[in-house]
């Protein structure tokens, strides 16, 4: 059974920093790439980071880049993301989301974890 | 990069009524892959549709996906209660992902 538990989420002041991980089970992690997506207070989904299943390749969304940097620990079957500079736009539930490959070039989320929880507020 | 607009905003029916959810995209989607979840409150989203029109494991046979091009329809054929919830269609292009902005489906 996959498994994505989600950790790291909390109250951080703005302009400060948070380390997010995901811990992965139930299957061949490295053999997939993995995304993170957001989802603020009372509104729709916002696609943060996808890093491939090596890590050699990233992608950031225009409102994250250059400020978050995604990460993996293939020997430990485990995602991060490094935030900073953190600001009150960013408060949001953070899911740990693992690629669906369909097609030739299709890309879909087939597994979610059940979010953390990012409050930017002082 | 595309963008998805979803419509309407809110559809309210009752069930056991056919709901038919848009989602139109402002370039066209290349190969039609384009996909629907479903999300409950407190819940994490749901897979429901993948390549436009594939119903991914597990989801009942009343929920159906068409379309191509720019315009994609999310058809849930007779309403259940467990049915009432946010959708949100989905693409894939340039390495990101691009979400609509999501259909409330609430109970009349």
């Known amino acids: 059974e996959v498994q994505l538990l989600e950790s790291g989420g909390g109250l951080v002041q703005p302009g400060g920093s948070l380390r997010l991980s995901c811990a992965a089970s139930?299957?061949?992690?490295?053999?997939?790439?993995m995304n993170w997506v957001r989802q603020a207070p009372g509104k729709g989904l916002e696609w943060v980071s996808i890093i491939s299943g090596s890590g050699a390749e990233t992608y950031y969304a225009d409102s994250v880049k250059g400020r978050f940097t995604i990460s993996r620990d293939n020997s430990k079957n485990t995602l991060y993301l490094q935030m900073n500079s953190l600001s009150a736009e960013d408060t949001a539930v953070y899911y740990c989301?693992?690629?669906?490959?369909?097609?030739?070039?299709?890309?879909?989320?087939?597994?979610w974890g059940q979010g953390t929880l990012v409050t930017v507020s002082s | 990069e595309i963008v998805l607009t979803q419509s309407p905003g809110t559809l309210s029916l009752s069930p056991g009524e056919r709901a038919t959810l848009s989602c139109r995209a402002s370039?066209?989607?290349?190969?039609?892959?384009l996909v629907w979840y479903q999300q409950k409150p407190g819940q994490a989203p749901r897979l429901l549709i993948y390549g436009a029109s594939s119903r991914a494991t597990g989801v009942p046979d009343r929920f159906s996906g068409s379309g191509s091009g720019t315009d994609f329809i999310l058809t849930i054929s007779r309403l259940e209660p467990e049915d009432f919830a946010v959708y949100y269609c989905?693409?894939?292009?340039?390495?990101?992902?691009?979400f609509g902005q999501g259909t409330k489906l609430e109970i009349k």
């Open positions: 989905q693409q894939y292009g340039s390495s990101r992902y691009t």
């Open positions: 989301a693992k690629v669906f490959y369909y097609g030739s070039g299709g890309r879909g989320i087939d597994y």
């Open positions: 370039q066209s989607v290349s190969s039609n892959y």
């Open positions: 139930g299957f061949t992690f490295s053999s997939y790439a």
